[in-house]
Protein backbone atom coordinates (compact mmCIF):
# COMPACT_ATOMS: atom_id res chain seq x y z
CA UNK A 1 0.00 0.00 0.00
CA UNK A 2 0.99 3.43 -0.65
CA UNK A 3 2.11 5.45 1.91
CA UNK A 4 2.00 9.08 2.40
CA UNK A 5 4.92 11.39 3.46
CA UNK A 6 3.14 12.12 6.77
CA UNK A 7 4.82 14.57 7.82
CA UNK A 8 2.42 16.50 5.75
CA UNK A 9 0.25 15.78 8.61
CA UNK A 10 1.87 17.55 11.29
CA UNK A 11 2.10 21.37 9.93
CA UNK A 12 -0.83 23.27 11.60
CA UNK A 13 -3.37 24.51 8.92
CA UNK A 14 -2.01 27.69 7.60
CA UNK A 15 -3.91 29.88 9.68
CA UNK A 16 -2.93 33.43 10.27
CA UNK A 17 -3.36 34.51 6.54
CA UNK A 18 -6.68 32.70 5.91
CA UNK A 19 -8.08 34.34 9.48
CA UNK A 20 -6.68 37.41 8.56
CA UNK A 21 -8.82 37.10 5.29
CA UNK A 22 -11.94 35.97 6.71
CA UNK A 23 -11.95 38.98 9.53
CA UNK A 24 -11.63 41.37 6.99
CA UNK A 25 -13.93 39.47 4.47
CA UNK A 26 -16.79 39.57 7.54
CA UNK A 27 -16.11 43.27 8.73
CA UNK A 28 -16.95 43.79 4.86
CA UNK A 29 -19.88 42.30 4.84
CA UNK A 30 -21.21 43.44 8.47
CA UNK A 31 -20.22 47.49 7.11
CA UNK A 32 -21.02 47.15 3.56
CA UNK A 33 -21.17 51.41 3.65
CA UNK A 34 -17.45 51.67 5.93
CA UNK A 35 -14.43 51.80 4.21
CA UNK A 36 -12.06 49.01 4.17
CA UNK A 37 -8.37 49.41 3.67
CA UNK A 38 -5.82 46.39 3.70
CA UNK A 39 -2.41 47.58 5.49
CA UNK A 40 -1.44 43.85 5.30
CA UNK A 41 -0.73 42.90 2.04
CA UNK A 42 2.92 41.38 0.81
CA UNK A 43 2.79 41.58 -2.55
CA UNK A 44 3.59 44.62 -4.62
CA UNK A 45 0.97 47.15 -6.47
CA UNK A 46 2.70 48.91 -8.69
CA UNK A 47 2.76 47.63 -12.05
CA UNK A 48 5.89 46.58 -13.69
CA UNK A 49 8.06 49.32 -15.18
CA UNK A 50 7.65 50.18 -19.43
CA UNK A 51 11.35 49.23 -19.59
CA UNK A 52 10.47 45.54 -18.41
CA UNK A 53 6.84 45.37 -20.44
CA UNK A 54 9.11 46.89 -23.56
CA UNK A 55 11.58 43.90 -23.41
CA UNK A 56 8.93 40.89 -22.57
CA UNK A 57 6.89 42.16 -25.74
CA UNK A 58 10.36 42.20 -27.78
CA UNK A 59 10.93 38.84 -26.45
CA UNK A 60 7.58 37.51 -27.09
CA UNK A 61 7.40 38.76 -30.59
CA UNK A 62 11.26 36.90 -31.33
CA UNK A 63 9.59 33.92 -29.96
CA UNK A 64 7.04 33.81 -33.12
CA UNK A 65 10.05 34.02 -35.58
CA UNK A 66 11.75 30.88 -36.77
CA UNK A 67 15.31 32.42 -35.59
CA UNK A 68 14.07 33.65 -32.06
CA UNK A 69 12.81 30.39 -30.99
CA UNK A 70 13.47 29.19 -28.05
CA UNK A 71 12.80 26.25 -26.66
CA UNK A 72 14.23 24.75 -23.77
CA UNK A 73 16.54 26.83 -21.78
CA UNK A 74 19.57 26.20 -19.90
CA UNK A 75 17.63 24.76 -16.21
CA UNK A 76 20.21 27.73 -14.20
CA UNK A 77 19.13 30.31 -16.95
CA UNK A 78 20.29 32.76 -19.79
CA UNK A 79 24.35 33.71 -19.60
CA UNK A 80 22.62 37.40 -20.70
CA UNK A 81 20.89 37.16 -17.61
CA UNK A 82 23.18 36.27 -14.90
CA UNK A 83 26.02 37.68 -16.66
CA UNK A 84 24.29 40.77 -15.40
CA UNK A 85 23.48 39.71 -12.04
CA UNK A 86 27.27 39.19 -11.91
CA UNK A 87 28.15 42.24 -12.95
CA UNK A 88 25.32 44.78 -11.48
CA UNK A 89 24.36 43.26 -7.81
CA UNK A 90 27.83 41.60 -7.27
CA UNK A 91 31.19 42.92 -9.02
CA UNK A 92 29.60 46.64 -9.13
CA UNK A 93 29.37 46.24 -5.03
CA UNK A 94 33.24 44.15 -5.08
CA UNK A 95 31.84 41.06 -4.91
CA UNK A 96 33.50 38.53 -7.36
CA UNK A 97 30.77 35.92 -8.13
CA UNK A 98 31.16 33.91 -11.43
CA UNK A 99 27.88 33.19 -13.86
CA UNK A 100 28.05 29.19 -12.91
CA UNK A 101 27.59 30.72 -9.10
CA UNK A 102 24.24 32.15 -10.10
CA UNK A 103 21.05 29.81 -10.57
CA UNK A 104 18.21 32.06 -11.95
CA UNK A 105 14.77 30.47 -10.70
CA UNK A 106 11.17 31.05 -10.53
CA UNK A 107 11.57 32.09 -6.92
CA UNK A 108 13.06 32.77 -4.34
CA UNK A 109 10.39 31.36 -1.98
CA UNK A 110 10.66 27.98 -3.97
CA UNK A 111 14.51 27.87 -3.76
CA UNK A 112 14.15 28.60 -0.10
CA UNK A 113 12.18 25.60 0.13
CA UNK A 114 13.55 23.28 -2.55
CA UNK A 115 17.14 24.27 -1.27
CA UNK A 116 16.03 21.57 1.73
CA UNK A 117 17.14 18.90 -1.29
CA UNK A 118 20.45 19.13 -1.10
CA UNK A 119 20.65 18.70 2.53
CA UNK A 120 20.12 15.34 5.12
CA UNK A 121 17.41 14.85 6.95
CA UNK A 122 19.69 15.26 9.97
CA UNK A 123 20.83 18.93 10.25
CA UNK A 124 19.75 20.58 13.03
CA UNK A 125 18.15 23.80 11.84
CA UNK A 126 18.00 27.25 13.44
CA UNK A 127 15.41 29.72 11.96
CA UNK A 128 14.24 33.49 13.96
CA UNK A 129 11.06 33.79 15.79
CA UNK A 130 9.10 35.52 14.35
CA UNK A 131 10.30 34.29 10.64
CA UNK A 132 8.76 33.79 7.14
CA UNK A 133 7.05 30.67 7.44
CA UNK A 134 8.41 28.80 4.68
CA UNK A 135 11.23 28.12 6.14
CA UNK A 136 9.62 26.20 9.02
CA UNK A 137 7.42 24.65 6.92
CA UNK A 138 9.13 22.77 4.37
CA UNK A 139 12.01 21.75 6.62
CA UNK A 140 8.84 20.27 9.01
CA UNK A 141 7.77 18.46 5.39
CA UNK A 142 10.76 17.19 4.90
CA UNK A 143 11.02 15.78 8.47
CA UNK A 144 13.92 18.36 9.20
CA UNK A 145 11.36 20.13 12.15
CA UNK A 146 10.28 16.84 14.26
CA UNK A 147 6.53 17.09 15.53
CA UNK A 148 4.90 20.67 16.18
CA UNK A 149 4.07 21.12 20.08
CA UNK A 150 2.94 24.07 21.95
CA UNK A 151 3.67 26.27 18.73
CA UNK A 152 7.29 25.16 18.22
CA UNK A 153 8.90 22.82 16.42
CA UNK A 154 10.75 19.94 19.09
CA UNK A 155 13.86 20.00 16.24
CA UNK A 156 14.37 23.39 15.00
CA UNK A 157 16.31 25.75 17.40
CA UNK A 158 14.57 28.71 17.71
CA UNK A 159 16.20 32.33 17.82
CA UNK A 160 13.61 34.82 19.55
CA UNK A 161 13.55 38.31 17.99
CA UNK A 162 12.80 41.09 20.81
CA UNK A 163 12.68 44.21 21.47
CA UNK A 164 15.27 43.82 24.52
CA UNK A 165 17.80 42.62 21.51
CA UNK A 166 16.56 44.88 18.61
CA UNK A 167 15.24 42.10 16.38
CA UNK A 168 18.68 40.80 16.08
CA UNK A 169 18.77 36.97 16.42
CA UNK A 170 21.58 35.93 18.99
CA UNK A 171 24.21 33.24 18.08
CA UNK A 172 22.96 29.72 18.93
CA UNK A 173 23.84 28.80 22.47
CA UNK A 174 23.78 25.23 21.29
CA UNK A 175 25.33 23.51 17.39
CA UNK A 176 23.07 23.93 14.83
CA UNK A 177 24.23 23.06 11.30
CA UNK A 178 21.62 25.48 8.87
CA UNK A 179 20.82 28.78 9.86
CA UNK A 180 18.18 30.83 8.13
CA UNK A 181 19.23 34.41 8.33
CA UNK A 182 16.43 37.22 6.35
CA UNK A 183 17.73 40.74 6.05
CA UNK A 184 15.95 43.02 5.48
CA UNK A 185 13.93 40.82 7.32
CA UNK A 186 10.25 39.94 7.05
CA UNK A 187 7.91 40.48 9.17
CA UNK A 188 9.91 42.78 11.48
CA UNK A 189 11.15 45.64 8.50
CA UNK A 190 14.61 45.38 10.75
CA UNK A 191 18.14 45.36 8.98
CA UNK A 192 21.22 43.95 9.81
CA UNK A 193 24.43 46.32 9.84
CA UNK A 194 27.70 44.22 8.40
CA UNK A 195 28.94 44.77 11.87
CA UNK A 196 26.04 42.34 13.20
CA UNK A 197 26.38 39.91 10.45
CA UNK A 198 30.16 39.16 10.57
CA UNK A 199 29.37 36.71 13.79
CA UNK A 200 27.40 34.43 12.10
CA UNK A 201 29.60 34.18 9.68
CA UNK A 202 32.12 33.21 11.78
CA UNK A 203 30.09 30.93 14.00
CA UNK A 204 29.33 28.95 10.05
CA UNK A 205 32.79 29.09 9.98
CA UNK A 206 33.66 27.69 13.27
CA UNK A 207 30.94 24.67 13.34
CA UNK A 208 30.90 23.79 9.51
CA UNK A 209 27.42 25.83 9.38
CA UNK A 210 25.88 26.51 6.06
CA UNK A 211 24.19 30.19 6.23
CA UNK A 212 20.94 30.25 3.86
CA UNK A 213 20.86 34.15 3.17
CA UNK A 214 17.68 35.66 2.06
CA UNK A 215 17.78 39.07 1.04
CA UNK A 216 14.78 39.69 -1.20
CA UNK A 217 14.54 42.79 0.49
CA UNK A 218 17.46 44.28 -0.72
CA UNK A 219 16.40 46.79 -3.03
CA UNK A 220 15.05 48.32 -0.07
CA UNK A 221 18.16 49.12 1.91
CA UNK A 222 18.61 52.72 2.29
CA UNK A 223 21.62 52.30 4.99
CA UNK A 224 24.88 52.14 4.08
CA UNK A 225 26.21 50.07 6.74
CA UNK A 226 23.73 47.56 5.59
CA UNK A 227 24.68 44.81 3.10
CA UNK A 228 23.01 44.30 0.26
CA UNK A 229 24.91 41.05 0.54
CA UNK A 230 26.00 38.38 2.75
CA UNK A 231 28.91 37.93 0.54
CA UNK A 232 29.88 41.93 1.28
CA UNK A 233 30.88 39.93 4.68
CA UNK A 234 34.54 38.44 4.51
CA UNK A 235 34.67 34.49 4.51
CA UNK A 236 30.65 34.45 3.33
CA UNK A 237 31.34 32.57 0.08
CA UNK A 238 32.55 29.88 1.89
CA UNK A 239 29.67 29.37 4.68
CA UNK A 240 26.64 31.16 2.71
CA UNK A 241 23.64 30.65 0.04
CA UNK A 242 22.10 33.86 -0.88
CA UNK A 243 18.79 33.84 -2.04
CA UNK A 244 17.74 37.00 -4.61
CA UNK A 245 13.85 38.29 -6.12
CA UNK A 246 13.11 40.13 -8.52
CA UNK A 247 9.41 40.02 -6.93
CA UNK A 248 9.95 43.24 -4.51
CA UNK A 249 12.80 44.65 -6.41
CA UNK A 250 11.38 45.06 -9.89
CA UNK A 251 7.38 43.95 -8.68
CA UNK A 252 7.56 40.22 -10.56
CA UNK A 253 5.48 38.89 -7.91
CA UNK A 254 3.08 37.40 -10.72
CA UNK A 255 5.91 37.51 -13.31
CA UNK A 256 8.40 35.38 -11.08
CA UNK A 257 11.82 35.47 -11.54
CA UNK A 258 14.45 34.83 -8.70
CA UNK A 259 18.08 33.70 -8.18
CA UNK A 260 19.68 31.64 -6.25
CA UNK A 261 24.36 32.17 -5.51
CA UNK A 262 25.88 29.15 -4.51
CA UNK A 263 29.59 29.83 -4.22
CA UNK A 264 32.01 27.39 -5.68
CA UNK A 265 33.69 27.74 -2.15
CA UNK A 266 30.81 26.68 -0.24
CA UNK A 267 31.91 22.67 0.55
CA UNK A 268 30.81 19.95 2.95
CA UNK A 269 33.17 17.14 3.43
CA UNK A 270 35.29 18.19 0.22
CA UNK A 271 31.83 18.00 -2.23
CA UNK A 272 30.57 21.56 -3.73
CA UNK A 273 26.82 22.67 -2.91
CA UNK A 274 27.22 24.32 -5.98
CA UNK A 275 27.16 20.67 -8.47
CA UNK A 276 24.06 19.53 -5.94
CA UNK A 277 22.31 21.98 -6.58
CA UNK A 278 23.26 22.16 -10.24
CA UNK A 279 21.97 18.64 -10.18
CA UNK A 280 19.14 19.44 -8.40
CA UNK A 281 17.88 22.06 -10.27
CA UNK A 282 19.07 20.33 -13.77
CA UNK A 283 16.47 17.23 -13.06
CA UNK A 284 13.81 18.83 -11.33
CA UNK A 285 13.65 22.38 -12.78
CA UNK A 286 12.79 23.72 -16.38
CA UNK A 287 14.34 26.88 -15.87
CA UNK A 288 12.45 30.38 -16.18
CA UNK A 289 10.78 31.03 -19.45
CA UNK A 290 12.77 33.09 -21.82
CA UNK A 291 10.48 36.08 -22.52
CA UNK A 292 10.45 36.04 -18.29
CA UNK A 293 14.28 36.16 -18.14
CA UNK A 294 14.77 39.12 -20.93
CA UNK A 295 12.20 41.28 -18.71
CA UNK A 296 14.31 40.64 -16.02
CA UNK A 297 17.53 41.61 -17.67
CA UNK A 298 15.69 44.92 -18.66
CA UNK A 299 15.44 45.73 -15.17
CA UNK A 300 19.16 46.38 -15.28
CA UNK A 301 18.73 48.86 -18.14
CA UNK A 302 19.36 52.25 -17.43
CA UNK A 303 15.40 53.19 -18.03
CA UNK A 304 14.59 49.60 -15.59
CA UNK A 305 17.03 50.71 -13.07
CA UNK A 306 15.73 54.41 -12.80
CA UNK A 307 11.72 53.10 -13.13
CA UNK A 308 12.04 50.22 -10.91
CA UNK A 309 13.78 52.63 -8.15
CA UNK A 310 10.75 54.96 -8.44
CA UNK A 311 8.75 52.37 -7.06
CA UNK A 312 11.00 51.25 -4.18
CA UNK A 313 11.31 54.96 -3.16
CA UNK A 314 7.31 55.23 -3.33
CA UNK A 315 6.93 52.42 -0.98
CA UNK A 316 9.61 53.85 1.13
CA UNK A 317 8.14 57.07 1.41
CA UNK A 318 4.77 54.92 2.33
CA UNK A 319 6.63 53.12 5.20
CA UNK A 320 7.99 57.09 6.30
CA UNK A 321 4.32 57.94 6.55
CA UNK A 322 3.01 54.86 8.50
CA UNK A 323 6.33 55.48 11.00
CA UNK A 324 5.56 58.98 11.82
CA UNK A 325 1.68 58.21 11.90
CA UNK A 326 1.85 55.63 14.54
CA UNK A 327 4.61 57.41 16.15
CA UNK A 328 2.36 60.11 16.82
CA UNK A 329 -0.53 58.36 17.80
CA UNK A 330 2.00 57.03 20.55
CA UNK A 331 2.67 53.61 19.32
CA UNK A 332 6.47 52.11 19.44
CA UNK A 333 7.66 51.00 15.98
CA UNK A 334 10.66 49.37 14.10
CA UNK A 335 11.71 48.52 10.58
CA UNK A 336 10.34 50.33 7.65
CA UNK A 337 13.93 52.35 7.10
CA UNK A 338 15.52 49.45 5.26
CA UNK A 339 12.23 47.89 4.38
CA UNK A 340 8.73 47.72 3.25
CA UNK A 341 7.56 46.81 6.74
CA UNK A 342 6.47 48.31 9.72
CA UNK A 343 6.48 46.37 12.99
CA UNK A 344 4.16 47.65 15.63
CA UNK A 345 4.32 47.24 19.26
CA UNK A 346 0.78 46.78 20.32
CA UNK A 347 -0.71 49.57 22.93
CA UNK A 348 -1.84 48.37 26.36
CA UNK A 349 -0.30 44.97 26.15
CA UNK A 350 -2.58 44.38 24.15
CA UNK A 351 -2.53 40.56 22.39
CA UNK A 352 -1.28 40.98 18.12
CA UNK A 353 -4.94 39.60 18.26
CA UNK A 354 -6.73 42.51 19.77
CA UNK A 355 -4.61 44.77 18.88
CA UNK A 356 -6.12 43.14 15.22
CA UNK A 357 -9.59 43.05 16.09
CA UNK A 358 -9.40 46.58 17.46
CA UNK A 359 -7.62 48.45 14.62
CA UNK A 360 -9.90 46.54 11.96
CA UNK A 361 -13.20 47.11 13.94
CA UNK A 362 -12.78 50.85 14.98
CA UNK A 363 -10.84 52.18 11.73
CA UNK A 364 -11.76 49.38 9.16
CA UNK A 365 -8.06 49.21 8.74
CA UNK A 366 -6.54 45.70 8.31
CA UNK A 367 -2.94 44.63 9.50
CA UNK A 368 -1.05 41.09 10.33
CA UNK A 369 -0.92 40.00 14.02
CA UNK A 370 2.77 39.63 15.09
CA UNK A 371 2.05 35.96 16.92
CA UNK A 372 0.90 34.92 13.51
CA UNK A 373 4.91 34.66 12.28
CA UNK A 374 5.90 32.75 15.71
CA UNK A 375 5.33 33.03 19.40
CA UNK A 376 7.96 35.67 19.66
CA UNK A 377 5.76 38.01 17.08
CA UNK A 378 3.16 38.22 20.38
CA UNK A 379 2.89 41.71 20.95
CA UNK A 380 3.22 43.47 17.89
CA UNK A 381 0.91 44.01 14.19
CA UNK A 382 2.97 43.95 10.79
CA UNK A 383 1.83 47.24 8.33
CA UNK A 384 3.10 46.70 4.79
CA UNK A 385 3.95 50.02 2.58
CA UNK A 386 2.85 47.93 -0.46
CA UNK A 387 -0.68 49.68 -0.48
CA UNK A 388 -1.02 53.17 -2.82
CA UNK A 389 0.13 56.36 -1.13
CA UNK A 390 -3.78 57.96 -0.99
CA UNK A 391 -4.77 54.56 0.94
CA UNK A 392 -1.96 54.71 3.69
CA UNK A 393 -2.76 58.16 4.48
CA UNK A 394 -6.21 57.39 5.02
CA UNK A 395 -5.56 54.79 6.89
CA UNK A 396 -3.18 56.29 9.47
CA UNK A 397 -5.62 58.96 9.14
CA UNK A 398 -8.19 56.28 10.68
CA UNK A 399 -6.14 54.95 13.06
CA UNK A 400 -4.67 58.24 14.89
CA UNK A 401 -8.31 59.27 15.08
CA UNK A 402 -8.74 55.51 17.42
CA UNK A 403 -5.99 56.03 19.39
C1 LIG B 1 8.43 37.97 -0.81
C2 LIG B 1 9.53 37.20 -0.20
C3 LIG B 1 10.38 36.42 -0.98
C4 LIG B 1 10.26 36.40 -2.48
O1 LIG B 1 9.72 35.25 -2.92
P1 LIG B 1 9.48 34.97 -4.45
O2 LIG B 1 9.16 33.53 -4.45
O3 LIG B 1 10.73 35.26 -5.20
O4 LIG B 1 8.34 35.83 -4.91
C5 LIG B 1 11.41 35.73 -0.36
N1 LIG B 1 11.59 35.81 0.97
C6 LIG B 1 10.81 36.58 1.75
C7 LIG B 1 11.10 36.67 3.19
C8 LIG B 1 9.75 37.28 1.19
O5 LIG B 1 8.95 38.02 1.97
Request: with cysteine.
Amino acid sequence: MAKINDNYLKLPGAYLFSTVARKAEEFAAAHPDRELIKMSIGDVTKPLAPAVIKAMKAAADEMGTAEGFHGYGPEQGYDFLRSKIAECDYKSRGIDIDISEIFVSDGAKSDCGNIGDIFSVDNKVAVCDPVYPVYVDTNAMAGRAGDYVGEHWTNLYYMPCTEENGFMPELPKEKVDIIYLCFPNNPTGVAATREQLKPWVEYAKENGAVILYDSAYEAFITNPDVPHSIYEIEGAKEVAIEFRSFSKTAGFTGTRCAYTVVPHTLKIDGTELNSLWNRRQCTKFNGVPYVIQRAAEAVYSEDGRRETKAAIAYYLENAKIIRAALTEAGLTVYGGENAPYIWAKTPDGLKSWEFFDKILDEAGVVTTPGSGFGPSGEGFVRLTAFSTKENTIKAMEKIKAIL
